[in-house]
């Protein structure tokens, strides 16, 4: 640094005759420092407030330079490292921080006993358990009674449609009058035969007196028998107009349509794989059209019960019972859940599907079930009231084992330190040492520079150390007697456990895990036996599907 002392010296005063150090007194004359190449250079190549800023920046630079030293050598840290007076360490050494141990971080959840369910997976198509074809049952043009649409709720003995019944109408006016005509004709008839019933009794009185000729009583008695057939035609005559009169109600009845029971309006003919979607809903395109006896109209359903037709595999079906209850979901009503039983088993395997169809029956008081729906069964061979179920994809087989993991707690008692109660307290007998900075005027009391001016304004003294009383290391002693807390910290064990009934979701622990344990069901893949973990635990609350996460 002395080759840049002239530098210095010019940079802070430009007459280097009378430039005094500051701890001497101005009227004590100083040395000048010889003039020189370099320092004439610098003259002539800076001006006045360049060679000014040129010095604040090095004195700004001596100064960083010696606020760096005093940090790195303290009192008490002859080393240079830091830590001074009342640092702590494991041998007196600088502050170090602790190791941290990386923990895992899962997901566990707490396990509670509940039913549990072996089934068999199934689909199939719902179908109406009572349907029938409303027909024609007389020719004529058909009229419905209203706009009629595919799946139109109908009570029973509703109208639905009627057949033109003008002519039926007609016929049956006429033979009411020609009933009432033939009643008429009764009266006389019946007058005529009591009269000839009479002049017979008189006639054979005469005759057995002997006032009439045999001639006239056989006289007598054909004309009454005579009267007799008259009124005889005369009742036939009348009950075959009222035989007339019920057969054309009877037809003017048939002429009506009408709902056999409750249930919906379907299409007359059922759609087709292809036609499905394209299946038109309005019912009523027969209208004023002419339509023969016979034809079917309409097609009505009955869907308080609904049968579903699963397809079973042949490997299954020894599984199946009549009577076992099943749980069908639909797949346009996602989470709702119905209940059918088991009613009908075929005997015969399908040899396109190599499938059995078996029946379910399913009641549907709200008409929620609709024929044409595709519905996925679980037919339940096999019930546990009361097990401990896990997810299928929790349990692993590792050593051909299958164990699963679970959270528990550990605590781990840690050993007193002589660190924490020494290593602030200093000793008695510990001196302070006392920097020097660089560059020191009585380094060179002939030559002083601007370095050492500028590090003798920067830099403070320091006193010697306290010294702490014989008290204060007795009371820190005792505190090493003093055990320590327990530290708790969560470990994955892992759990040997033996398999019960299971389904697709599902599996049933038949031994390895109890009612309240802590169960892994995140970040399970990696963990080892007794590695410690960062757990959260799932919650779920009552009546609700939403699931919630809390720290340990």
């Keep these: 640094m ?53 010095a604040f920046q090095v004195l700004a630079l001596i100064s960083c330079l010696l606020m760096f030293g005093c940090n790195r050598s303290q009192p008490g840290d002859p080393d240079g490292k830091g830590g001074g007076t009342g640092s702590s360490g494991s041998s007196g050494g600088p502050n170090k921080p602790e190791a941290r141990t990386f923990r895992i971080p899962v997901t566990a959840q707490l396990l509670t006993r509940g039913p549990m369910n072996a089934y068999l997976q199934a689909f199939g198509t719902i179908r109406p358990l009572k349907e029938v074809e409303l027909k024609a049952e ?35 006016r006429e033979a009411e009058r020609a009933l009432e005509m033939a009643q008429q004709d009764l009266i006389p008839a019946r007058a005529t035969m009591e009269r000839r019933i009479k002049e017979e009794e008189f006639s054979k009185k005469m005759f057995e007196r002997g006032a009439y000729s045999e001639v006239q009583y056989e006289q007598a008695r054909l004309t009454r028998i005579q009267s007799e057939s008259q009124y005889q035609q005369a009742l036939t005559t009348i009950e075959t107009r009222r035989t007339q ?211 003798a304004d920067a830099v403070q003294d320091t006193g010697p150390a306290e010294t702490a009383p014989a008290d204060t290391i007795r009371d820190a002693t005792d505190e090493l007697e003093e055990p320590a807390e327990p530290v708790t910290i969560m470990v994955a064990k892992q759990r040997i456990v033996t398999l019960g009934i299971e389904n697709r979701e599902r599996v049933e622990i038949a031994d390895g895990l109890k009612d309240g344990d802590l169960l892994v069901v995140l970040g399970y893949e990696t963990l080892t036996d007794g590695v410690e973990v960062n757990a959260a635990i799932r919650g779920q609350d009552a009546g609700s599907e939403q699931q919630n996460e809390k720290p340990l």
């Design 2 to 54: 002395s080759r840049y002392v002239p530098t210095v010296s010019i940079v802070l005063c430009e007459n280097p005759s009378v430039w005094k150090h500051p701890s001497e007194k101005l009227s004590e004359p100083i040395r000048a420092f010889p003039e020189t190449p370099r320092m004439s250079q610098t003259n002539k190549r800076y001006p006045v407030a360049h060679r000014w800023l040129l």
């Design 138 to 172: 007389m020719s004529g043009r058909i009229y419905f009674t209203k706009r009629w649409e595919d799946g139109d709720y109908v009570e029973a003995n509703t109208l639905l449609a009627k057949i033109d019944d003008t002519t039926i109408q007609l016929d049956l």
């Design 245 to 455: 009169i019920e057969k054309l109600k009877e037809d003017l009845r048939k002429t009506d349509i009408l709902a056999p029971f409750a249930g919906i309006l379907l299409p007359a003919v059922p759609p087709t794989a292809g036609e499905a979607g394209a299946q038109e809903t309005d019912l009523t395109l027969l209208e004023g059209t002419l339509v023969g006896s016979g034809q079917t109209v309409l097609r009505i359903a009955d869907i308080r019960q609904v049968v579903v037709e699963l397809d079973v595999p042949a490997k299954d079906i020894d599984f199946v019972k009549i009577g076992q209850t099943v749980e069908l979901g639909i797949y346009s009503r996602d989470g709702r859940k119905y209940t059918g039983t088991v009613r009908d088993i075929s005997s015969t395997l399908n040899p396109t599907t190599r499938t059995y169809t078996v029946k379910v029956i399913v009641d549907n008081p709200l008409t929620e079930l609709r024929p044409g729906m595709f519905s996925s069964a679980r037919i339940i061979t096999e019930t546990r009231p009361d097990a401990i179920s896990v997810p299928r994809d929790l349990v692993m087989l590792r050593n051909n084992q299958y164990v699963v993991f679970v959270v528990e707690k550990k605590e781990l008692t840690e050993e007193p330190s002589p660190k924490n109660a020494t290593d602030n307290i200093s000793s008695p007998t510990e001196e302070t040492d006392t920097p020097t900075p660089a560059g020191d005027d009585s380094t060179n009391p002939d030559m002083p520079t601007s370095s050492g001016i500028a590090m």
